[in-house]
């Protein structure tokens, strides 16, 4: 007869520590690309290298200053892409949000006569409670995030359309467009708007990697049932982080504003899927867990270094969306074989 003994649990997301496995002992070239962020970089600085030997101008301050204003956007809205995809979650409705809240903040602004900086925090609250939205749905209902924010997208595609009468708004006041404005270091124009964008990206990497909050939405993404009898409130630290998002979309959407001048309801359209391949090719997984927002930031810079690079050198932008789409797909797969590894 044999006696069952007793097992103890597997062990929390939130104190187990990493596992070491084989790269322990492994060359230090070995080690340093199993770091998610040393690929994206690798690829990028391959990617300026080739560009700088086909443009004389890819070098240039004011280039470099360009690509930066067209990353941007869509770099902050992949901050806010990020947090979802790290707790194994997805958000293709940020784009829409992010237009809704320009054309909110800039009808406001210039119909009403409310208060500039009254109508910038009623559009990223407007952002926020989409997030919120969204996190319920996702959490409350327990309906899949893809199918959440599908949904969410076309409600607020729609809003943005009915809100705006299909028009742009045009003769914003200036605080509207401060973050369009640039200073000068050395012969390179910086954007205010680039410096947030920079500044976002470091404060979203501090509180994922210094802050309960931030080790507990890697912990969801990892393992959410884990996570959950380790004592963690799973549904609400997930709304929390939608609605993080939606906030982040908020200040995408003044970004958006200050760099085109206008308030456009066609505005950010594509901008969803552009804020996941910036995720990807940074090298966060899709499957939740495992990512860091600094790789967003390389791989937004990716994304802007190929398309400025090929106009530079006068390939139809066809072929620049054929490239990013190639690249996504390596990305991803890179990501498969990396996973089954480690397993």
């Not at 906030?247 to 504003?257: E, F, P, R, S």
């Not at 206008?262 to 090719?281: C, E, R």
């Not at 994304?303 to 400025?308: I, S």
Request: with cysteine.
């Amino acid at each position: 007869m044999t006696i069952p003994t007793a097992t103890s649990p597997p062990a929390s997301p939130l104190t187990q520590p990493p596992v070491a496995g084989s790269l322990a002992s492994a060359p230090w070239w070995r080690r340093a690309l199993a770091v998610p962020t040393v690929g994206p970089l690798l690829a990028l600085l391959l990617a300026c290298t080739f560009f700088a030997t086909q443009s004389d101008r890819f070098l240039s301050g004011g280039n470099f200053s360009l690509i930066m204003q067209q990353v941007m956007v869509v770099g902050t809205l992949a901050i806010g892409q990020t947090l979802i995809i790290l707790t194994a979650g997805i958000d293709l409705s940020n784009g829409a949000i992010m237009a809704l809240g320009s054309v909110v903040m800039t009808k406001l602004a210039v119909d009403t006569g409310l208060p500039p900086l009254l109508a910038i925090v009623i559009g990223i609250s407007v952002c926020a409670g989409f997030g919120y939205a969204n996190g319920m749905l996702v959490t409350r209902v327990s309906l899949p995030p893809f199918i959440v924010t599908l949904g969410m997208l076309n409600i607020a595609f729609a809003l943005t359309h009915i809100y705006s009468n299909e028009e742009t708004i045009v003769g914003l006041p200036s605080e509207l467009l401060f973050l369009g404005r640039t200073f000068s270091i050395g012969d390179t124009r910086i954007t205010y708007g680039s410096v947030l964008t920079i500044a976002l990206f470091l404060l979203a990497a501090y509180v994922l990697s210094q802050t309960a909050w931030g080790r507990r939405v890697y912990a969801i993404g990892s393992n959410k049932e884990a996570t959950r009898l380790s004592g963690v409130p799973v549904q609400r630290l997930t709304v929390s982080v939608y609605t993080v998002a939606g906030v982040i979309y908020g200040i995408a959407a003044l970004l958006l504003v200050a760099r085109t001048s206008v308030g456009d309801p066609k505005a950010g359209q594509t901008d969803n899927l552009d804020s996941i391949t910036a995720v990807v090719l940074g090298g966060t997984s899709l499957f939740g867990g495992r990512g860091a927002v600094l790789g967003t930031l390389i791989g937004a810079l990716i994304v802007g270094v190929f398309r400025n690079g090929l106009q530079l050198m006068g390939v139809p932008s066809i072929y620049q969306i054929l490239i990013t789409g190639i690249l996504v797909i390596i990305a991803v797969t890179v990501d498969q074989i990396s996973r089954r590894r480690t397993r």
